[in-house]
């Protein structure tokens, strides 16, 4: 039971600068089985993040319902696995013994936490990197390192908040392709937040378009995989649905 | 003669390169130098300003008779327990009210008025309730030391991404054990900052204390010179207190922080 149901979900808060309520995610439902990768893309301040701290457990949701396996979400937990835009690697820690430290809280030895976390940064083609301390890495790196530090806790759904926004657009590309292969590899359930239409489409099996809080609509990405942008960019079935989800988020 | 100095330097920065140790001590030669000449030309009276070598005979006798390595021991013993306290004290405390708003709402204000209070302003009424003594002097250096240690743990605490709080605990990390895995470690470069302070101050607070309620110790040995009109031993304590503290920082706190958060690239090199 890895799958995500998502239902009427609404957040709001009160703004005390403009001293009004604000209604920041309107009656979203959505369902993503297990193994799905699914993108929410939208513009800055649609509401995307909001949803993504709700399933995550980070804020409370005003009111509807979100399961994880059939079971609702409250506060954070390590079946949802998280992916930050801005890393949040623990700078105390080596890479090694950041990706083991999900295993580490679940109560697994050393040695054998050690071997998960070998075994996946290897994934990542990191095992170069195991001794190093994150701020010896580059950007693209060290958010590689956050996807399986991610994965190598086993969630049942990984939540991804921009994790590539951060990064320049040659590793970004990269990454979007590493990203796919190893969902092949492993084939979580993902729910991956992002504004950038290209890589919602590149890497989803299904995009959810969102603006001001709502769901516009859920386009099926039907592209073989595996993925690699140099077939993609001149693919017009993927012309024609990154052109088709600009348009519904550009005029919403 | 340009080349020349610029041959002496490179020099210098390779010997210093391979003996640190040499780089630490170096700078001291002019001035050692200089006080040494001002002396031999006898431009002020001996009596008022000894030489160096008067000092390092002094150092010598004193330690032979034993008292110095005593009063030494005294101010060291006298800091170390006033240090422990003063961490064990205020990195809890520090981390409560970094932690929780109601406790910070708490807090907060009396720390920052009893921090404005500073050590010496409390000796009249410490000697009044506890007499001359080791509990005055201790009391004191906890005083001196926990402030900023409390001041700069509750900054470090604050200064945590909350992304970090959210990572450990998304990882599956129990509450109690974010403390040691995330807030212990975050705070720690801006704990060093804090011990840096607290032990700074710390140290010249004990002196003070010595000088007015000691009994022994280097402030004691410093003002009990002055009784006997002997320049040579004030000069000397003053000289004993540099050395000491340029080892308690170059030796203690420096390695520590370069090993945590110099490493960790939280603290520019």
Known sequence: MKDLIIRNLSKTYFDVYAGTQVTAVHDVSLSVPESEFISIVGPSGCGKSTILNMIAGFIPLSSGEILVGGKPVNGPGRDRGVVFQSFALFPWRTVLENVAFGPKMRGIGRVEREKIAHEYLALAKLSEAAGRYPNELSGGMQQRVGVVRALANEPDVLLMDEPFASVDAQTRMTLQEELTRIWEAKRPTVIFITHDVGEAVFLANRVVALSKGKVLEEIVVDLPRPRVWDDLNENERFKALTGRVLQLVRTA | ?269
């Open chain 2, 1 to 269: 003669m340009k080349s020349f100095l610029l041959k002496v330097w490179s020099r210098y920065v390779r010997l210093t390169a391979r003996w640190p140790s040499i780089g630490s001590i170096a700078p001291f030669i002019p001035v050692i130098a200089a006080w040494w000449i001002v002396t031999e030309l006898q431009i002020f009276p001996r009596v008022f300003l000894p030489g160096p070598v008067e000092v390092v005979r002094s150092f010598g006798s004193l330690v032979y008779t034993g008292i110095l390595p005593e009063y030494l021991q005294d101010s060291m013993v006298r800091l170390a327990v006033g240090a422990f306290w003063g961490i064990a004290l205020g990195i809890p405390l520090g981390i409560l009210v970094g932690l929780s708003q109601r406790a910070h709402a708490a807090l907060w204000p009396p720390l920052l008025f009893f921090q404005a209070i500073g050590d010496i302003a409390w000796l009249p009424i410490l000697v009044i309730w506890f007499g001359y003594g080791l509990t005055t002097i201790t009391v004191i250096i906890v005083y001196t030391v926990i402030f900023p240690v409390v001041l700069n743990t509750v900054l470090g605490v604050r200064s945590i991404s909350i992304n970090m709080h959210r990572a450990a605990l998304s990882l599956g990390a129990s509450r109690a054990r974010l403390l040691w895995e995330v807030v212990l470690p975050g705070a720690l470069p801006n704990i060093i900052t804090g011990l840096r302070n607290g032990l700074g101050y710390g140290w010249r607070a004990l002196i003070a204390t010595e000088i007015i309620v000691g009994t022994s110790g280097i402030g004691f040995l410093m003002f009990d010179a002055r009784r006997a009109g002997s320049v040579v031993e004030i000069l000397l304590g003053m000289i004993i207190l540099g050395i000491l503290w340029y080892i308690v920082d170059g030796w203690i706190l420096a390695p520590i922080e370069r090993a945590t958060g110099q490493r960790w690239g939280l603290v520019t090199r």
